[in-house]
């Protein structure tokens, strides 16, 4: 059992930047490859971003390589998402997830999500 608790979101102007943080707790964090997704108004949850146990592989959706880096320190059981250039278009709630089992990319090989935090960017 993992708990995660995401955090870091807010109001942004288009082109400026955040950085998401998501705590985990429960299970050691250290064990699990994890995975960043958002999901807009009145559409599905998407992949944004992956990443393995040990940070050596990292994969991205294309809307988001060269502006986002995932990362994490498992000394400190948090994972990271840093956005910079943020697009209107990024506006979602950000979730971060445990992967269980499956192919990265899809929302049904994460066993555990966060409640998510909100991530607006203004034009």
């Known amino acids: 059992q993992v708990q995660l608790v995401e955090s870091g979101g807010g109001l942004v102007q288009a082109g400026g930047s955040l950085r998401l943080s998501c705590a985990a707790a429960?299970?050691?964090?250290?064990?699990?490859?994890m995975g960043w997704f958002r999901q807009a108004p009145e559409k599905e949850r998407q992949f944004v971003a992956f990443?393995?146990?040990?940070?050596?592989?990292?994969y991205y959706d294309d809307s988001v390589k060269g502006r986002f880096t995932i990362s994490r320190d498992n000394a400190k059981n948090t994972l990271y998402l840093q956005m910079n250039s943020l697009k209107p278009e990024d506006t979602a709630v950000y979730y971060c997830?445990?992967?269980?089992?499956?192919?990265?990319?899809?929302?049904?090989?994460?066993?555990?999500w966060g409640q998510g935090t909100q991530v607006t960017v203004s034009s």
């Open positions: 997830g445990v992967r269980g089992g499956g192919a990265y990319y899809r929302q049904n090989a994460y066993d555990y």
């Open positions: 429960g299970d050691t964090f250290s064990n699990y490859a």
């Open positions: 990443i393995t146990w040990d940070g050596g592989t990292t």
